[in-house]
């Protein structure tokens, strides 16, 4: 498969970026030219996954630049998937919200990762979730904005409670607001909370993109994203509305994750089974799920995409399943990162 190839003399960090060179290698027959970058820099990433063994990282480009048709841009992602056994979780999800209405997910490919010249192992290289006419298209100048849930890190970035149901949620862009746009984006989360709470679907459908919001749910509800009321959920702020998305971290999800830490979301006590009951009903979609005309749309949609769900684990007309069609692309890589690049399954 496609390759990445860091070098560096520096010791890499969470707290800032370190010189390195970039080396980018397309797969075997594959359609892109090598990019190279001598003086690129790269950190590594995450909350909860920067303590892991296998380190994801971000990285810059020391100009704009177009990886694999992605799109130009300077910063990009490579998720390690350290905790996720399977590997491919983060990845499946990105290519089911691609074939939704939601704008934005990042585009995203397997890579092999070698760190100066040993293999790191398998890696998503993928689009950083951030404003930019290649990522997030929105006009930070013009009150648009993009909003992460977030109740646990305070890293410097502007964080807000919504003015009636106090959800927290931290700006990725703009970073700097001003007072100006703050009080802006107030006024607006105020009425939309407020639409919410009266329950009245024709303002809701003022303030909320109705068709996003319902895809999402769905996304964050059938792969059950165990952080839906902490962190890594996505909404932006366009044209005056409150959009659902980007999806991004998913790779604690689908039962992924320990019983004894997320025991409501495993369902301990009861029947034990993770796949069980609704557990992304939370914050706004609390609200939106008592509104009839909304729950309507989300069983509705749900039907229409039965069969993309259902080609996620079973051959269909569409072809066959993702599961096996990632597994037979990446089989080879997927293995190294365990038997060449040591990793273990815990």
């Given amino acids: 498969i496609a390759a990445v190839y860091i070098e560096t003399d520096n010791t890499v960090n969470p707290d800032y970026y370190v010189g390195c060179t970039i080396r980018i290698v397309d797969k075997e027959g594959g ?12 950190k590594i990433r995450g909350n909860s996954t920067s303590s892991g063994a296998k380190k994801p990282y971000n990285f810059k480009f020391s100009s704009k630049t177009n990886v694999f048709g992605m799109g130009k841009a300077k910063k990009w992602c490579l998720l390690a998937n350290c905790y996720e056994k399977t590997l491919i979780r983060n990845e499946m999800v990105f290519d089911f919200a691609r074939q939704t209405v939601l704008r934005y997910t990042p585009d995203s490919v397997f890579v092999d990762v070698y760190f100066n010249g040993v293999l790191s192992g398998n890696y998503i ?13 929105i006009n930070t100048d013009a009150n648009e904005f993009l909003l992460e849930r977030d109740v646990r ?3 410097g970035t502007y964080y807000l409670n919504t003015p009636y149901y106090g959800i927290r949620f931290g700006l990725n862009a703009p970073e700097t607001p001003t007072s100006g746009q703050i009080e802006w984006l107030n006024g607006l989360l105020y009425d939309a909370e407020m639409a919410l709470h009266y329950r009245d679907f024709n303002s809701i ?3 909320f993109d109705i068709p996003s919001m319902v895809d999402f749910y769905i996304i964050l509800e059938y792969f059950k994203q165990v952080d839906v009321s902490v962190g890594s959920t996505r909404f932006y702020i366009k044209d005056g509305k409150i959009y659902g998305g980007p999806v991004w971290d998913f790779d604690l999800t689908m ?3 320990l019983s004894s830490y997320y025991q409501a979301y495993n369902n301990v006590g009861g029947s034990g089974k993770s796949c069980e009951g609704i557990y992304c009903a939370v914050d706004w979609y609390s609200k939106l799920l008592d509104v009839p005309e909304f729950l309507s749309r989300v069983k509705e949609r749900y039907l229409e995409l039965q069969n993309i769900i259902l080609n996620l684990y079973a051959d269909t007309l569409s072809g066959t399943n ?8 990446n089989s080879a890589s997927f293995r190294r990162n365990y038997s060449e690049a040591g990793w273990k399954i815990d």
Avoid: P
């Fill in 153 to 155: 890190t305070d890293e």
């Fill in 31 to 42: 359609e892109y030219a090598e990019l190279y970058d001598s003086a690129a820099s790269i």
């Fill in 205 to 207: 459908d003022d303030y």
């Fill in 125 to 137: 290289l993928c689009e950083a979730v951030e404003d930019g006419s290649s990522r997030v298209d």
């Fill in 322 to 329: 993702y599961i096996d069609r990632t597994i037979a692309e």
């Fill in 255 to 257: 039962g992924n994750c």
